[in-house]
């Protein structure tokens, strides 16, 4: 069975920095692109960032670029997202979600790690 | 970016009723239309792909229809774990969501 498990999330400050993680299992995880996708709290869904099976491209949301970093570790069947810099607009549950091999349709989704950013 | 639009944002309705939802896409995305339902407290469900292809064990009451930027989601005859909020996302370029469709029981 697909799965995947975010950790990492919690409160950080403005200008400060987090780096989430989410671990795949039940699927050949270096085969597919993988999302980071989030929702603000009572809001609708937001795709932030996604990052090619052999991690050779990244790609990024204009409200990220610059701020948030994309990232994989195969041989650990896990993917990250580095966030520097994050601002009160950046609070919302954060997602990581399975590509269809190299498409943008989410076929799998973890059950989400909660960022607040806030002083 | 392409703009999702979804009507309705909200939408009422009973037990057995036939339901449509619509999503327009701001420019032509042919056929690569998603379909996702979410529960409260849950993830994104995928269930439908390539504006019509269901999902493995979705049930058949869901489809979907349409191409370039005019798409639709029908459910024919509500059951009560249907009663969700509906995305639709583009996957023809960078991704997209539509804002969402709650779908409540009246």
């Known amino acids: 069975e697909m799965q995947l498990l975010e950790s990492g999330g919690g409160l950080v400050q403005p200008g400060g920095s987090l780096r989430l993680s989410c671990a795949a299992s039940g699927f050949t995880f270096s085969s597919h692109d993988m999302s980071w996708v989030r929702q603000a709290p009572g809001k609708g869904l937001e795709w932030i960032s996604a990052?090619?099976?052999?991690?050779?491209?990244?790609y990024y949301a204009d409200s990220v670029k610059g701020r948030f970093t994309v990232s994989r570790d195969n041989s650990k069947d896990t993917l990250y997202l580095q966030m520097n810099s994050p601002r009160a607009d950046d609070t919302a549950l954060y997602y990581c979600?399975?590509?269809?091999?190299?498409?943008?349709?989410?076929?799998?989704w973890g059950q989400g790690t909660m960022v607040t950013v806030s002083s | 970016d392409i703009q999702l639009t979804q009507s309705p944002s909200s939408l009422s309705a009973s037990v057995g009723d036939r339901v449509t939802i619509t999503c327009r896409a701001s420019?032509?995305?042919?056929?690569?239309l998603n379909w996702y339902q979410q529960k409260p407290g849950n993830a994104p469900k995928l269930l439908l792909n390539a504006a019509s292809n269901l999902q493995s064990g979705v049930p058949s009451r869901f489809s979907g229809s349409g191409s370039g930027t005019d798409f639709t989601l029908t459910i024919s005859s509500l059951q009560p774990e249907d009663f969700a909020t509906y995305y639709c996302?583009?996957?023809?370029?960078?991704?997209?969501f539509g804002q969402g469709t709650r779908l409540e029981i009246k």
């Open positions: 420019q032509s995305i042919i056929i690569y």
């Open positions: 990052v090619r099976g052999n991690a050779d491209k990244t």
């Open positions: 996302q583009q996957s023809y370029t960078t991704p997209t």
């Open positions: 979600a399975k590509g269809q091999v190299t498409s943008s349709t989410f076929d799998c």
